[in-house]
């Protein structure tokens, strides 16, 4: 779209929410001289900041972005991001797979642009993840042994404590590939971003 297109549409979705430029800067957390810059038709903003604006606006972001190109962008992007998603199968038979493919194609992709924080998201998830299975795992062998006395025993607390965790890391996946698929583009929110 254009920016005297979007700046018309911006400032129009803002005035019939009853808002100030300072006021949806405050909500939405844009700096107010971006949201002037965008409304005097100065900047093409990123895909991020439209979709805060249309969430904070109540309109959808396909209002702020009719434009063809910046759609196919985005769909190209999301197409590597659900390519990233899978790969963190590859920890089924590769230890740190989960970690290692979507960090690889996370950093040589050049699809990447707008949406390069969600991979981010998505890699810091694994890291989060992985320590913690490594955790449950040394847990379970320990009190498995100090409960027992044998240390045959511990394997098997240790598998089903991996299990679980490989099964959560499953829904997670499979919850945020729903997402992208849907191009929803807040996936994994409670997630620090470590890159």
């Known amino acids: 779209m254009n920016t005297i297109a979007l700046k018309e549409k911006v400032k129009e979705a803002r005035v019939a929410k009853g ?3 300072e006021a949806l800067a405050e909500m939405s957390n844009i700096s107010l001289r ?3 810059r965008i409304e005097k038709g100065i900047v093409t903003p990123r895909l991020y900041t439209l979709q805060t604006l249309a969430e904070k606006l109540d309109v959808d972001v396909s209002d702020f972005t009719t434009d063809e190109s910046n759609v196919q962008d985005v769909s190209k992007e999301i197409s590597v991001l659900k ?4 790969s963190i199968l590859v920890t089924l038979m590769i230890p740190l797979g989960n970690i290692i493919f979507p960090f690889i194609i996370w950093k040589v992709s050049k699809r990447l642009k707008d949406l390069r924080h969600i991979g981010g998201k998505i890699i810091s998830f694994q890291i989060i993840w992985t320590i913690i299975t490594l955790l449950f795992f040394f847990i379970a062998v320990f009190f498995t042994n100090l409960i027992t006395g044998n240390a045959g025993n511990g394997f098997y607390s240790a598998s089903i404590a991996y ?3 490989l099964g959560f890391n ?3 996946l499979s919850k945020s590939t729903i997402q992208l698929n849907k191009e929803y583009t807040k996936v994994l929110p409670s997630v620090p971003n470590f890159f």
Do not use: G, K
Request: one cysteine or more; charged letters at 0%.
């Open 19 to 21: 808002l100030s430029q």
């Open 34 to 36: 971006t949201i002037q």
């Open 83 to 86: 390519i990233m998603n899978l």
């Open 163 to 165: 299990i679980l965790c």
């Open 170 to 172: 499953i829904v997670i």
